[in-house]
T-cell receptor, first 112, second 119 residues
Framework: AQSVTQLGSHVSVSEGALVLLRCNYSSSVPPYLFWYVQYPNQGLQLLLKYTSAATLVKGINGFEAEFKKSETSFHLTKPSAHMSDAAEYFCAVRNRDDKIIFGKGTRLHILP | GAVVSQHPSRVICKSGTSVKIECRSLDFQATTMFWYRQFPKQSLMLMATSNEGSKATYEQGVEKDKFLINHASLTLSTLTVTSAHPEDSSFYIC???????????????FGPGTRLTVL
């Protein structure tokens, strides 16, 4: 079965610093991978997705993620954190039934 | 991108009553809709998948008689929580998917969620 594991339920970075949120996947077939962001009491917004077209995927709000098959990773990065980036981030994989399986989430805190 | 709405955004009800939540795809026809449940500070758990005109498929452990799902049209799915109890209090999120939109083929678009509180 396909799954994702997010390392770190909470991550704190200073404003202007690099953001790195870790995600490892488990899949027997080339996966479809996603990163979503959720602000308090809101639904999910798609940040970016990997569909095998390119290993480095650029998303919205300055985020990007790199698919590394050798490491089974799909970590999310942003060069310079902004206060507005504080939110919950979910890594997810789509399985063969088109169901999206979510990781447990990482809460990103931005320190002034 | 495609827009999905949910109504109501918040609902408070008494224990034992039923609550209906609507999920609408506003500018596209959703061939499939998904319902998720999210407990505080936890991830989203898929409850069921519904295709227009057919019965919903429920995930293991989800009571189909408790959570009634109707997908009567290509733009509307409803989730009814029957005889709600405090343990049903949660954040319910729907998503919609279209196999007909080439630009967004097979991508799920999420609604803003509905906060249910059962007293």
């Amino acid at each position: 079965a396909q799954s994702v594991t997010q390392l770190g339920s909470h991550v704190s970075v200073s404003e202007g610093a690099l953001v790195l949120l870790r995600c490892n996947y488990s899949s027997s077939v080339p996966p479809y991978l996603f990163w979503y962001v959720q602000y308090p009491n809101q639904g999910l917004q798609l940040l970016l997705k990997y569909t095998s077209a390119a290993t480095l995927v650029k998303g919205i709000n300055g985020f990007e993620a790199e698919f590394k098959k050798s490491e089974t990773s799909f970590h999310l990065t942003k060069p310079s954190a902004h206060m507005s980036d504080a939110a919950e981030y979910f890594c997810a994989v789509r399985n063969r039934d088109d169901k999206i399986i979510f990781g447990k989430g990482t809460r990103l805190h931005i320190l002034p | 991108g495609a827009v999905v709405s949910q109504h109501p955004s918040r609902v408070i009800c008494k224990s034992g009553t039923s609550v209906k939540i609507e999920c609408r795809s506003l500018d596209f026809q959703a061939t499939t809709m998904f319902w998720y449940r999210q407990f505080p500070k936890q991830s989203l758990m898929l409850m069921a998948t519904s295709n227009e005109g057919s019965k919903a498929t429920y995930e293991q452990g989800v009571e189909k008689d408790k959570f009634l799902i109707n997908h009567a049209s290509l733009t509307l799915s409803t989730l009814t929580v029957t005889s709600a109890h405090p343990e049903d209090s949660s954040f319910y999120i729907c998503s919609a998917q279209s196999l007909r939109l080439a630009e967004y083929y097979n991508e799920q678009f999420f609604g803003p969620g509905t906060r249910l509180t059962v007293l």
